[in-house]
């Protein structure tokens, strides 16, 4: 049996929906469905169990799995509470990671490329304790990320037992089907795809930054799909372990996210410009690229889906289906 924490949620719903596909039937769910609607992301799959996050550690007890794929977070760039944050994100992960270690079941864990900040030490996934140490993330979630990432990296550097086979992915800004119980945080194309099909204005920022033209602000757009290709991998691959960015290595602007969307329609652009709310302004990402050499020197060659290829996949076979879940 293989866990997916989170696996209601948009990852990880897609990666239950591709484990699914490859045959496994024996995959167990742990996350809070709530009620916004997010039991639709699994409603076509098929699971093994379905465990309350408040009950996961006891029912861990004297259990085997092959392996533990922990997707929950806290995940809101804009959450406050810390100490609801460090219990999501940097305490029940320390449990799991423990677990793992004493029953030497494999850990794959989602990080974050929200721990590289405002990005201007650039974003090479050096998970050495001092080059994670040196990080300054800009907000609550993206501080909590790289506090466990520091947790796992002082364990290798003092040479403590870990998990048989472990790995660390910093996912930059992942889009796609199943994203659509995110509210605020859903990707901006999935958002105003109903003002895009019906020939509304779309409203993108405004730069306030010099030299940066208004909607160009720039983020490593990554398709789900390409995620869900990189954690089989990984889940197939026991000797590969370590921390890795997770992007396609490529950053591309929102103006271009969302040109791809009125392409994929077939229909003509409405784009129009508007400031940047105060709040935002001095904790605004311009731009986001991962460094991909660490993964791919590991093995990793499943490629990448080009912006256009993914928007055109996204908007066809989801966002413009009266269905639009995987």
């Known amino acids: 049996m293989l866990l997916v924490t989170g696996g209601a949620g948009f990852i990880g719903s897609n990666m239950v929906a591709a484990l699914n596909d490859a045959g496994r ?3 167990a769910v742990c996350d809070y469905f709530g009620t916004d609607g997010k039991w639709r992301n699994l409603a076509k799959r098929q699971l093994a169990d379905v465990v309350p996050p408040a009950d996961l550690l006891k029912w861990l007890e004297g259990r085997k799995l092959e392996a533990i794929v922990h997707l929950g977070a806290i995940s809101e760039t804009t959450a406050t509470d810390a100490d609801r944050v460090l219990q999501a994100n940097f305490i029940l992960p320390k ?7 004493a029953t030497g079941t494999s850990f794959i864990y989602a990080s974050s490329a929200a721990t590289y900040g405002d990005g201007e ?9 001092p080059a994670l140490k040196a990080l300054r993330p800009m907000n609550l979630y993206g501080w909590s990320k790289n506090l ?10 003092r040479k403590e037992k870990l998990p048989p086979h472990w790995a660390g ?3 930059f800004n992942v889009f796609g089907p199943n994203e659509y119980h995110k509210g605020a945080m ?30 160009d602000q720039r983020r490593d757009f990554i398709y789900v799909d390409d995620v869900v290709r990189v954690m089989q991998w990984l889940l197939a691959a026991p000797a590969v372990n370590g921390i890795f960015n997770v992007g396609t290595g490529s950053a591309r602007s929102f103006r271009d996210l969302m040109l791809a969307g009125y392409a994929a329609l077939g229909s003509k652009p409405n784009i129009e410009y508007i400031d940047m709310p105060d709040n935002l302004r001095g904790s605004y990402q311009y731009f986001t690229q991962a460094n991909m050499a660490r993964l791919l020197g590991a093995g990793y060659n499943g490629g990448f889906t080009t912006l256009e290829d993914a928007v055109r996949q996204y908007v066809t076979s989801f966002l413009d289906k009266a269905d639009p879940y995987r």
Request: aromatic share 12%.
């Open 186 to 215: 859903m990707n901006v194309l999935a958002k105003r795809f109903a003002d895009v099909k019906a020939g509304r204005t779309v409203q993108l920022f405004k730069s306030h930054r010099e030299g940066i033209a208004d909607g």
């Open 121 to 129: 030490g650039g974003f090479d996934d050096d998970w050495s304790v």
């Open 95 to 101: 449990a799991l990671l423990d677990w793992c270690t």
């Open 148 to 157: 466990f990432d520091l947790l796992v990296s002082e364990r290798v550097a």
């Open 169 to 171: 992915l910093k996912f």
């Open 25 to 27: 039937n024996d995959v």
